[in-house]
Nanobody, 125 residues
Framework: QVQLVESGGGLVQPGGSLTLSCAASGFTLDDYAIGWFRQAPGKEREGVSCIKSSDGSTYYADSVKGRFTMSRDNAKNTRYLQMNKLKAEDTAVYYC??????????????????WGQGTQVTVSS
């Protein structure tokens, strides 16, 4: 059974850090580009970051550049999103997703084949 499971969300103060994990079962992440998306209440789903399988290239939304970092552990079949200097506007449900091919751009959510259930990140004092 193909499954993506996110973990690591929670409540953090502004300026703090969290690391989200995206673990896969039933398929190998090596063959997929992995994206992180987020959705805040009343807002559209937004592409946050992506790591490509071919060469490990990473991509980031302007709003998180310099603060968020994606990485991978192929042995664990897991991808990570390290989030530093968190802001209140980073509050959202975060989803990881897997795309076999990206034809129209990493931040286009319709490109992705599999999705996790999401993990809540709340940045508040």
């Amino acid at each position: 059974q193909v499954q993506l499971v996110e973990s690591g969300g929670g409540l953090v103060q502004p300026g703090g850090s969290l690391t989200l994990s995206c673990a896969a079962s039933g398929f190998t992440l090596d063959d997929y580009a992995i994206g992180w998306f987020r959705q805040a209440p009343g807002k559209e789903r937004e592409g946050v970051s992506c790591i490509k399988s071919s060469d490990g290239s990473t991509y980031y939304a302007d709003s998180v550049k310099g603060r968020f970092t994606m990485s991978r552990d192929n042995a664990k079949n897991t991808r990570y999103l390290q989030m530093n200097k968190l802001k209140a506007e980073d509050t959202a449900v975060y989803y990881c997703a897997a795309a076999r091919r990206l034809l129209y751009g990493w931040s286009t959510y319709t490109e992705y084949d599999y999705w996790g259930q999401g993990t809540q990140v709340t940045v508040s004092s």
